[in-house]
């Protein structure tokens, strides 16, 4: 184990992926529920294991942005992250994920914004710990208005 980690998180699933989940310091407390059409009863008042892994890679992949656009002296103002994770059944008949990160910086020339993603996307954590994993698909924007994901 590495003696220079920077931040630890922790939590607890009980009862796989029609239980709950909680956090070690109780801040995230959600219930887990099965999508219909993966043979669950599909709650309206809990999220699954792919909605929490957008997210947290939503989130991350930002920060990169974020981070690489200050170091480069960019200012990229308020971006926006759309991460789509695909659950789906691969060659071999196992479950996978298929992760498609959209990324909008508005105002920035296109060419640009795609650099500052392409860069991010070598450093992020998320994107570092799943390449040669799981296929990342990277699409970048330079809108005002984020295009609605299929």
């Known amino acids: 184990m590495p003696t220079n ?6 939590a607890k699933s009980i009862g796989g992926r ?4 909680e956090s070690d310091d109780n801040v995230l407390r959600l219930e887990l529920t099965m999508p219909r059409h993966l043979g669950g009863r599909n709650r309206e008042d809990a999220t699954n294991p792919e909605q929490l892994f957008a997210a947290g890679y939503a989130a991350c992949f930002g920060n990169a942005v974020i981070h690489i656009a200050r170091q480069a002296k960019v200012n990229v103002g308020t971006i926006s ?3 789509k994770v695909d659950l789906f059944m691969n060659d071999e008949q196992l479950p996978t994920l298929g992760v ?4 909008n910086l ?3 020339d296109q060419a640009r914004a795609e650099e500052l ?3 991010a996307h070598q450093t992020c954590p998320y994107s570092r ?5 799981i296929d990342v698909q990277l699409t970048v924007t330079t809108d005002a208005e984020v295009p609605a994901q299929a």
């Open 5 to 10: 980690i920077l931040h630890t998180a922790q």
């Open 18 to 21: 029609d239980g709950h989940i």
């Open 81 to 83: 992250i759309d991460a």
């Open 100 to 103: 498609t990160l959209h990324a």
């Open 106 to 108: 508005p105002g920035l």
């Open 117 to 119: 993603v392409a860069q």
């Open 129 to 133: 710990a799943t390449r040669g994993n």
